[in-house]
């Protein structure tokens, strides 16, 4: 079964038909979704979802469009959250220098401090990176990204920054934009990735893959995604599912809590 490790169910895209849209996930085999928070509210959000749905998980964090609000009050609610049994991960976080909504130094300053709180909880990391490999990089240097290790989301970056961040300890997700026929730089990319260091995901409702592209993204297309990682690595789709699914589960621990959960 399918599983897609990033997308945004909590987003208001999907509020007058989340269930249709759960129903069409499994109908394409996707057996789990990571729902990934990007402020306080999405947060929260993507908690209730993951309550309300057992094939949903959650992610809390503040987003680098947002990082102008960190500060010790939005730290502490996110320490709150993270105790949250159905918070398997801290993102997504990052820094973003193609929009700048937040300043620079507050992104980079953002990013340090939910790395340090991720590695005191003992979460994975979900990192957005966008137009800004050189300070992502230094930063997950200095920092590092804990014992729990992470994930690069939505990768955009070149085979030389995709070996950095998987020597950091870290997951290479790859999205939509892997089907998109102009995407000749990130197919090489996918080529060179180690297939146990792979994740996939939508990033829904956002960068719906190919034939699809203009319509709203959501978890039932992630399969599209796998299919042309298996095309690029010559790989069956099975193994492909097998893997990445793998990948996936052992990364955010879920067969560790399902275990947890089924001797209560």
């Known amino acids: 079964m399918w599983f897609d ?3 945004h169910l909590n987003d208001e ?11 069409q996930a499994r109908q394409a085999g996707v057996s ?5 928070g990007y402020d306080l509210p999405s947060s929260i959000r993507a908690i209730e979802l993951a309550h309300a749905y057992d094939i949903l998980w959650a992610s809390v964090g503040i987003h680098p469009h947002d990082a102008k609000i960190w500060g010790p009050v939005v ?9 949250d049994s159905k918070v398997m991960a801290l993102g997504e976080i990052g820094l973003d220098y193609h929009y700048d909504y937040s300043p620079r130094d507050d992104q980079r300053r953002a990013f340090r401090e939910q790395l340090e709180l991720a590695d005191e ?39 030389e920054t995709a070996a950095a961040c998987i020597k950091q300890g870290l997951y290479i997700s790859f999205a939509g934009p892997l089907t998109f026929k102009n995407a000749k730089n990130l197919a090489e990319v996918a080529v060179e990735v ?3 260091r792979i994740l996939i ?20 297309l992630v399969p599209l995604v796998g299919q042309k990682l298996a095309e690029l690595k010559n790989e069956t789709v099975e193994a492909v599912m097998e893997i990445t699914s793998r990948n996936s589960r052992n990364l955010f621990k879920l067969d560790v809590v399902e275990c947890e959960t089924d001797e209560k």
């Open 5 to 7: 490790s990033h997308c």
């Open 194 to 196: 180690p297939l146990d």
């Open 75 to 83: 730290r502490r609610e996110i320490e709150l959250l993270l105790k």
């Open 32 to 36: 789990g979704m990571m729902v990934v």
């Open 13 to 23: 895209a999907f509020q007058n038909d989340l269930s249709a849209v759960l129903d």
């Open 121 to 159: 909880y003992r979460k994975p990391v979900i990192i957005h990176n966008r137009e800004a490999h050189g300070d992502t990089l230094q930063i997950l240097s200095e920092v590092g990204v804990g014992e729990a290790g992470g994930v690069m989301h939505c990768f955009s970056g070149s085979k």
């Open 201 to 220: 995901e939508t990033d829904a409702p956002y960068l719906t893959p190919h034939p699809f592209r203009g319509e709203r993204n959501h978890p039932g």
